[in-house]
């Protein structure tokens, strides 16, 4: 019975830690360690399952989270979330909890945060979790928490796109974009970009990335251009949904070179997300 319990709250444990880490490895370790720690527990003496796991995992996250500040500190470059992409949008990580926002813009915003302060935000904002049940996990007051929940939302607010917009509509413009790129139009791919549109690349040191932020439509779309020039014919891309969003995974001679996401906002693009880090493309289809 254990067993089939923690089997069915896993899938929302893991969307607490990814959201937390930003790593699928890690995620899936602190969802193992949390399943060790249930199974030596007194489980009777538990009032309820599914509060005491969420509580662990949370815990064990901001643990992790902390031990890998100075390894963060220390990489190179932008730090961006390992992307978690799906090709069909009906496989089983699509559920409810998964497809909640888990998007690279939020993702960015929240890996800026304090470990408290992010989870405080995450289980209030993400997971409807009460204020009270955030302080008894976090052991802080409710007070504290809702002051971390606060500032976290008002940067996440000041940080990410104002509009929503339909996916559909997300696809239908990340379509053109990925012509306009696949035939290195630069024109055609600044009419779709946002005057102050923004560019961040992952590539961790292993393989080459901006060390800035690059701002504007036209210094955009010459990122897009300049690869095609580089290996005229040689470059393809596949539509996919990386957390939870429209993207494109870009292959060169055949073999996977990046996992993007695009966010809109009033029916421009206005941030692309660039992750190159060959280490964080490993889940990704390898091949086109």
Known sequence: MSTDLFTRLRPRLFNIAYRMLGIRADAEDVVQDAWLRWNESDQKAVQSAEAWLVTITTR?????LRTRKVEREAYIGWW??????ELDERTPETAAELASDVSMAVMWVLERLAPEERAAFLLRQVFDQDYGDIAGMLGKTEASCRQMVSRAQTRVQQETPRFEVPKDAHRELLGKFMVAAQAADR??????????AQLVADGGGKVTAYM????????????????EHKFPGQVSYRMATINGVPGLLRYVDGKIESAQSFIMDDNKIVAVYIVRNP?????VPQNI
């Open 212 to 227: 800035h932020t690059l701002h504007g439509a036209g210094r955009v779309a010459g990122v897009f251009w300049s690869l």
């Open 187 to 196: 024109a055609a791919m600044k009419e779709l970009l946002s005057a102050n």
């Open 80 to 85: 961006l979330p390992e992307p978690i992409v």
């Open 279 to 283: 280490d964080k493309l490993a889940g």
């Open 60 to 64: 064990l996250a901001i643990d992790r």
